[in-house]
């Protein structure tokens, strides 16, 4: 039918599932930093004051990086939708042609299909005649047929005047 995938899915939707993806991984990344962070400022060894204030600003920039992949991560689910359905589109299209090239392929062979049996049917009833009902029946056409040569012959040799 030559429809091939290749006209259909293009590497663009590898690349948008990669995306999403790879946003959705660095948003689980960024959720289990801030969870170790905040595990380290419950250890013994982080208690001072000057780490627990290290691990504070480093918590803060952990869920400033969280809330960033989260919005990014939403950013792009609700751009894929838009893309994904472009895709299903395009498929949708594909199906549709493909259908309507198997229709056409199967008209056409009906069609064939219907000519073979005419075709075989006429040659079936050529073959099945007698050798004697053929020449009977070609003398007779050749007979009507140098009749009416004759015919026209003694009509275009007469004037209008004999004629009459």
């Known amino acids: 039918m030559n429809t091939q995938a290749s006209n259909v899915l293009d590497a663009g939707i590898g690349r948008d599932v990669d995306d999403i993806t790879n946003a959705v991984q660095a948003s689980i990344a960024a959720h289990d930093k801030v969870e170790k962070l905040k595990a380290m400022q419950k250890e013994q060894q982080y208690s001072d004051e000057a780490s627990q204030e290290k691990l504070k600003e480093w918590i803060e920039a952990a869920e400033k990086e969280a809330v960033y992949a989260d919005d990014n991560m939403q950013k792009l689910f609700a751009g894929g939708i838009t893309k994904f359905q472009g895709h299903m589109d395009r498929v949708k299209l594909a199906k549709t042609d493909l259908g309507s090239r198997e229709n056409r392929l199967k008209l056409t062979e009906n ?9 075989e049917q006429l040659k079936s009833r050529n073959e099945d005649m007698e050798l004697s009902d053929i020449i009977i029946e070609y003398t007779a056409a050749y007979n009507a047929y140098q009749a009416s040569l004759q015919a026209s012959a003694k ?3 007469q004037t209008l005047l004999n004629y009459l």
């Open 111 to 119: 069609r064939m299909s219907n000519q073979q049996t005419t075709f």
């Open 155 to 157: 009509a275009n040799g």
